[in-house]
């Protein structure tokens, strides 16, 4: 994927409120300029996160119809593909 598909793929990242490693995702997302959507999955996106990811654990970013897992991994595949 290059860096202009990155800018029409549909990006949503799992999130909660008291996870820093979902703010450290969220702020690489912001720093590559790309549009996404936040899931709050304290509140009602925790079964979409086990479905999606087989885990409870987040953050989870979803690039179109791709699942990625783990903060460190999130956000060097970001780089890899978006910068």
Known sequence: ?????????????????????CRLVQKELERLELDYEVVDA???G???VIRLSGQRAIPI???D???LVDSSHIIRELRRRCA
């Open 1 to 21: 994927m290059d860096a202009t598909l990155c800018k029409t793929a549909e990006i949503k990242l799992y999130t909660g409120a008291y996870c820093p490693y």
């Open 42 to 44: 304290d509140a009602d």
């Open 46 to 48: 925790r079964d979409e």
């Open 61 to 63: 970013l979803t690039i």
């Open 65 to 67: 119809d791709e699942v």
